[in-house]
């Protein structure tokens, strides 16, 4: 029987406790594979920069001039972080040996905050050979969108003689939304490896006797807008990554005494002490109790890594004793066994 591994290192297990229900929740740690997956034998990666900042419309209100403006540049530099953190986490990627970068194509740059046309395969293929790359990470498109909302207020300002008073003023906000799209191409099989579009939201506010100098009091609107970005950046490398989440599983904890019994144990982390008590009532004249310890047969084995023999019980568990939720639980032990499949084909790469 092929023993599957359900996640990297130990498993951590933690029980959220129901005191009357027929069943517990358990979470534990399991390993996705990487969302993205190259080629056998890609080493070096090309990243391109096709963004170029958007125009936005010029408008007869002051502000929109000033946000106008300052967009371009905050779009060139975004997106300039977004690209150097990009290669920064992958340059931290065992697997790969260099991570190159592409320059001085203004060509195949575009300004359009979609994603545009994918670049033909013979340009993939040329960029590649000049810069002795395997697969390309390309920007697609980086965009900043910011909305202005004004709500009248006061500000306490300091009279002629010191004191302190409330006078009218204006509340600005600032919600810039940050969008930018990725695609990878993989020329050895000319395909796109993956295609994905990021966004974020960063709120920023000031307070102004008018709406310009409320504008001049926000600070740290540009920092904020670059912090983000390169962490969109940082993400979008970390998807050649196998990835850490956790899982929710419900097992049985009513049926006979050794249920119950199994239950303590497995709350003081014995779990195959549990499941020495289960695998004895699989045996038991009633089915629904046998039906119950052959479906938590399968969360043991589940826990152990053992997604054949999970399996194995789990269907058992419907087949036999029609438990609710045991078809349900095969088809998701299903799916887990081949992205374990993955993962350990991208592990031996």
Not at 109 to 124: A, D, Q, S, Y
Not at 205 to 223: H, L, Y
Not at 243 to 270: E, L, P, W
Not at 300 to 311: C, F, P, Q, R, V
Request: charged share 25%; proline share 3%; hydrophobic share 40%.
């Amino acid at each position: 029987m092929k023993n599957r591994t359900l996640a990297l290192g130990s498993v951590i297990l933690t029980l959220l406790l129901g005191s009357c229900s027929v069943t517990n929740k358990l979470t534990m740690n399991a390993i996705n594979p990487a969302p993205v997956t190259l080629s056998k034998g890609v080493q070096r990666i090309g990243i391109l920069n096709r963004s170029l900042p958007s125009k936005s419309n010029i408008t007869a209100d002051k502000i929109d001039k000033i946000l106008s403006a300052e967009g371009r540049n905050l779009d060139a530099e975004g997106s300039e972080a977004a690209i150097l953190a990009l290669m920064e986490q992958l340059r931290q990627n065992e697997s790969l040996e260099e991570i190159v970068s592409i320059e001085d194509q203004p060509h195949l740059r575009k300004g359009l905050g979609v994603f545009p046309t994918t670049l033909t395969w013979n340009e993939i293929e040329t960029l590649c050979e000049e810069y002795k790359v395997d697969a390309i990470f390309s920007l697609a498109f980086y965009d900043t969108n910011t909305k202005v909302f004004y709500t009248p207020t006061t500000m306490a300002l300091p009279n002629k003689i010191g004191i302190r008073l409330a006078i009218p003023a204006h509340e600005l906000t600032l919600n810039t939304l940050i969008e930018n799209g990725w695609r990878v191409y993989d020329p050895n099989n000319r395909r796109i490896a993956d295609e994905l579009i990021f966004s974020d939201h960063v709120v920023s506010t000031g307070k102004g006797m008018n709406p310009v100098k409320a504008f001049e009091a926000i600070i740290g609107r540009k920092e904020a807008v670059l912090h983000q970005s390169k962490y969109m950046g940082m993400d979008y490398g970390k998807r050649l990554l196998p990835y850490q989440h956790r899982i929710t599983r419900d097992y049985f904890v009513r049926g006979t005494n050794n249920f119950k019994i199994a239950q303590r144990r497995a709350q003081a982390g014995d779990w195959q002490g549990a499941a020495e008590l289960w695998k004895q009532e699989t045996a038991h004249s009633t089915p629904k109790v046998a039906g119950r310890a052959c479906y938590n047969m399968a969360i043991s084995n589940e826990i152990n890594g053992n997604l054949d023999t999970a399996m194995q019980w789990a269907s058992k568990a419907y087949t036999d004793y029609e438990i609710k939720g045991a078809l349900r639980y095969l088809n998701v032990l299903k799916y887990r066994a081949s992205q374990d499949d993955v993962l350990h084909e991208q592990l031996a790469r």
